[in-house]
């Protein structure tokens, strides 16, 4: 486990690769996009009758420039700063080093939090999934998570009249114009039906499909930019899972199937909670499901030990059972996802980002955990990563490397002990997997992320971000033992026995 000396040191030496990724990598190459955009702009304004309205060609290069200026200005403070480092003294560096990281991050928080879609996304997942992050950078960036800039009450009524058919006012008994919740591309408003059921509906932000489209486009750039950091990528593929996951997640009837899914599935259980679907209050833009209740995730990190360690075994129980239980998986960690209760109980409220796995695929995943965890034979892990198209068959390293490199995925799991996850740990694992420069440098330009791989990825970083912050303390592999069907242990904690006693009443 990382020493947290160790891990001060880091974070004073470099910014961490996903505040990077978000306030300059990537970003500047919006400006080649924008500047063809510009030359083709007469061209794509003769058509604009099939756009929505005459605003929209003009909003869109709009948002290209903030990202342009974005990038730009990462550009040049990062300059700076590594000027300035080179004269100043230790404790000035420390200085610089901190006021470099605040001033990007504010930076990316003011212009990310007002650009709803995909963009958005990243900036919030660079404040719960790279816990390296100093922590008054990473509260800055957790702004994105909760500040969001809702629409108008008036805008989000005409979305309501527009797909509904009639004012929110008329559509439901009770109507509350101040959303309880606005993210990346939608915001949610309380109501009452007319049967007098409490509801909470999803309104879609006007425009946002168009952002998010701008946005996937901009994403060819940056994957081209990541396949040169990491020849061993081949960025297509990955590029075409991301734009299909986030175009799902524009369509509240895929979500709303999912959510059926997952909550038929969850019918009844003792700690996993998914709020029905209310069909009728339903479209491809509005999305109507049971109002649920519960604490934020900010206030279940202030619980005593005992409770914050029963969310967290709930978080790990429903993300990695159902891949093995289900074959769909859930891959949005969102903190605002989650409403918790001290006795372990979760409300899962998102459902736009689901990834179904197939038979192989599973099977694929219970072959490296057998590997790694069970046998640790690393020729044999190493066998089936190749297979997988994870490593190049030709990677010059030795099998150990190979193992040691991708150990922190199974790490917890490897021991048959309590093991907690802290800052220190996730911080550890995500420079481990990321820093290019360091140990593992050469190794991962030898890698690959096939698209199984994806949402996989972001929910394991990201869970663990959310771990380190509740301290969750748990042995994680007696757990998966139970979650895993080519295991299916007995019950190892109290939940795992109510958890049985509902499978057996369940049939």
């Not at 020493?3 to 990598?25: E, F, I, N, Y």
């Not at 809702?150 to 009249?161: D, G």
């Not at 009844?268 to 709020?275: A, F, Y």
């Amino acid at each position: 486990m990382a020493k947290a000396s160790d891990l001060q040191s880091k974070r004073s030496t470099s910014l961490t690769p996903l505040l990077k990724l978000a306030g300059v990598a990537g970003l500047g190459a919006t400006v080649i996009e924008a500047v063809r955009r510009r030359r083709g702009l007469a061209d794509s304004s003769r058509s604009s009758s099939s756009m929505k309205s005459g605003g929209s060609l003009r909003q869109l290069l709009q948002r290209d420039l903030k990202l342009v200026r974005l990038g730009l200005r990462g550009g040049r403070r990062y300059t700076t700063y590594r000027a300035r480092q080179t004269f100043a003294s230790a404790g000035r560096k420390e200085e610089l080093v901190t006021q470099f990281q605040m001033e990007t991050a504010e930076d990316v928080t003011r212009e990310l939090g007002n650009m709803k879609g995909a963009m958005m996304k990243l900036g919030q997942m660079a404040s719960y999934i790279d816990t390296g992050l100093p922590d008054n950078v990473r509260s800055t960036l957790a702004a994105l998570q909760r500040d969001a800039p809702p629409m108008s009450p008036e805008l989000a009524a005409e979305q309501i009249e527009n797909e509904l058919g009639a004012p929110p006012e008329k559509i439901f008994l009770e109507w509350d114009r101040v959303p309880i919740a606005a993210a990346s591309i939608g915001q949610v408003h309380r109501a009452l039906t007319h049967e007098g059921q409490a509801v909470a509906v999803k309104v879609q932000y006007p425009g946002v499909a168009e952002a998010v489209a701008a946005d996937l486009r901009n994403a060819n750039w940056l994957f081209a930019g990541l396949s040169n950091l990491f020849p061993g990528m081949e960025p297509g593929p990955v590029a075409d899972e991301i734009k299909e996951r986030l175009a799902e997640e524009l369509d509240y009837e895929i979500e709303a199937a999912n959510q059926r899914y997952f909550a038929a599935s969850f019918a009844g259980h003792p700690t996993i909670h998914v709020p029905g679907v209310v069909d009728q209050y339903c479209t491809a833009k509005i999305l109507t499901t049971e109002l649920a209740t519960g604490s934020t995730f900010e206030e279940a990190t202030t619980w005593d030990q005992e409770q914050r360690n029963l969310a967290a075994e709930t978080l790990f129980r429903f993300s990695f059972g159902a891949i093995y239980r289900l074959h769909a998986f859930n891959g949005d960690p969102h903190p605002g996802n989650y409403l918790f209760n001290p006795d372990g109980k979760v409300t899962f409220l998102d459902f736009g980002l689901v990834k179904r796995f197939s038979e192989a695929e599973t099977k694929l995943f219970e072959s490296m955990i057998t590997e790694m965890i069970f046998n640790r034979d690393m020729a044999a892990f190493r066998e089936v990563v190749v297979g997988a198209g994870l490593l190049s068959p030709t990677a010059p390293f030795s099998d150990d490397d190979v193992g040691d490199y991708f150990s922190y995925y199974y790490k917890y799991l490897q021991q048959d002990s309590p093991t907690s996850i802290d800052e220190a740990y996730a911080a550890a694992g995500v420079a481990h997997l990321l820093d290019t420069s360091g140990h593992f440098g050469e190794l991962m330009k030898e890698l690959n992320v096939p698209p199984a791989f994806v949402v996989v990825q972001r929910i394991t970083l990201g869970l663990m971000g959310l771990f380190a912050q509740l301290r969750a303390t748990a042995n994680w592999q007696a757990i998966a033992k139970e979650l895993w069907t080519f295991i299916d242990a007995e019950p190892s904690t109290a939940m795992g026995v109510a958890i049985a006693e509902w499978e057996r009443t369940k049939g």
